[in-house]
């Protein structure tokens, strides 16, 4: 199994993907009081494997996923009920984009680049990966 469970050397259909990176989205989460009152930006990133070889051959916006619904999806999200973990945050985020059965897999990458670390550090991220084999009873 590859690192995105994708089997490593998966077949075509799970090889298409869709990226949307570095949505910026304002949010309430961490264990901290000022976190939850003042807010901060999370980035998110997320990758979906999919099979769009019907897309690509009618052109249609209904045969694919749309990613402006996608960033929606994590915008309200993000934006939505506080969290302590940006884990949850990300979970979340996985479930509900693994509820389209046309999405073989996905990964989230929750950045939260002003994380209270009392360190010089450029960013703190975590990966919430999901596919239909680890989704299996979940739904």
């Known amino acids: 199994m590859g690192v995105t469970g994708i089997p490593s050397g998966g077949s075509i259909e799970m090889a298409d993907r ?13 264990v901290f009081d000022h976190e939850r009152r003042d807010g ?6 997320v990758t979906l494997w999919a099979d ?10 209904a045969d694919t996923i749309d990613y402006g619904s996608l960033a929606q999806q994590v915008h309200d999200v993000v934006a939505g009920d506080p969290r302590n973990l940006i884990e949850a945050v990300g979970g979340e985020i ?4 693994m509820l389209d059965d046309r999405i073989h897999a996905c990964e989230v990458v929750v950045h ?3 994380a ?16 239909r084999k680890s989704a299996g009873g979940a739904r």
Do not use: C, W, Y
């Not at 360190?119 to 999901?130: E, K, Q, S």
């Open 18 to 30: 869709i990226e949307l990176r570095g949505l910026r989205v304002r949010g309430n989460h961490g």
């Open 40 to 45: 901060q930006d999370f980035i998110i990133d």
């Open 52 to 61: 769009l070889r019907a897309a690509a051959a009618s052109d249609d916006l």
């Open 94 to 97: 996985a479930e509900k984009v």
């Open 112 to 114: 939260k680049p002003s």
């Open 116 to 131: 209270p670390i009392p360190l010089d550090f450029a960013d703190v991220a975590v990966v919430t990966r999901r596919s």
